[in-house]
């Protein structure tokens, strides 16, 4: 029997994880911090044959969810059991009412196999409505929504005892935000942008930043983004082209207001503060800390380069 961690009992409490989606080869490359996003369709298996943390997606964004072909790669994975993190019930994107039926239909099947299951959670989802027998809870939908939710939605699943994950994180500006959230591992497509070296090279610096946090996601509290504020910042941050709620962006340069700290979170103080004003990091008996553009000196005219020479 597989044993079935909760948030409080797992070996990688207070780690985040990052699932690289690749089927490269990546033991000798990448540290403790990084695990494998594997799927029906991806390649080789070889570093979760090594041991690393792994979690499985159904493939629904890419290409299309194939039930049969589904469950045959889950019973291939049983063998590495033991360092699963999640296997994925197969969702709708976008689509709450839908998944939530997806998840009644199959979550017996799927939990003969006594894996770890997740439960996706898509636009519509409601505090009040995530299945407490799923494992984990993963965080999908369009950008709109779980910029306006997702905080609140990782803050409920973690006070139901569950592990949370966090998809399409590409950028370090997203990890650094969620490592201050409820969130115990992300995922994304950062390697097949960027290469598998590079790339990893990359990750492992975003990860070592989640381990230095000034604040632990307890002391944080949490509330919806209103729509006008996300609105702003997605017209200010987000190219034109990906405003209208992609299901699949894997964002590069542009960071939506989820992941913007500073619109993000206050720190609760003496009296329960509301989350989204914008204005920063709240501290604990303290004046807001607002984020100052640093100013750049001109050199003195002793100092001035020589046009031959400059940068």
Excluded at 45 to 52: A, D, M, N, P
Excluded at 215 to 239: G, Q, Y
Excluded at 282 to 291: D, F, S
Aim: proline share 5%.
């Amino acid at each position: 029997m597989v044993r079935r961690y909760d948030r409080f009992n797992h070996p990688m409490r207070d780690k985040m994880l990052y699932l690289a989606a690749t089927g490269s080869d990546i033991e000798a490359r990448a540290g403790e911090h990084v695990g494998i996003m594997t799927s029906p369709n991806s390649g080789s298996r070889q570093s979760i044959e090594l041991g690393r943390w792994w979690g499985s997606d159904c493939d629904v964004l890419a290409g299309g969810f194939d039930e049969d072909n589904y469950f045959n790669h889950i019973e291939k994975m049983m063998p590495y059991a033991d360092k699963c993190l999640f296997c994925v019930i197969p969702d709708v994107p976008g689509d709450a009412e839908h998944t939530r039926i997806l998840w009644e239909h199959s979550v017996r099947q799927y939990g003969e196999l006594s894996l770890p299951l997740a439960y996706v959670m898509q636009d519509g989802s409601h505090l009040e409505d995530l299945p407490e027998e799923a494992d984990v809870f993963f965080l999908g939908g369009t950008d709109e929504w779980r910029e306006r939710y997702g905080a609140v939605m990782l803050e409920r699943g973690a006070a139901l005892g569950k592990r949370t994950h966090v998809g399409r994180v590409n950028s370090a500006r997203r990890v650094k935000a969620l490592a201050m959230l409820h969130c115990d591992s992300v995922d994304g497509t950062y390697l097949a942008f960027c290469g598998v070296d590079h790339g990893l090279k990359d990750v492992g610096g975003w990860m070592a930043q989640t381990q230095a946090r000034l604040f632990h996601p307890d002391d944080i509290k949490v509330s919806v983004l209103p729509a006008e504020l996300t609105n702003a910042h997605r017209k200010k941050h987000v190219p034109a082209g990906r405003r209208k709620g992609r299901l699949d962006v894997g964002e590069m340069s542009g960071e939506a207001s989820l992941f913007d700290v500073g619109q993000q979170v206050k720190v609760q103080a003496s009296a329960p503060q509301p989350l989204f004003g914008g204005e920063g990091l709240q501290l604990l008996g303290g004046r807001p800390v607002t984020r100052r553009k640093r100013q750049r000196r001109a050199p003195a005219a002793s100092q001035t380069l020589p046009r031959s020479v400059a940068l």
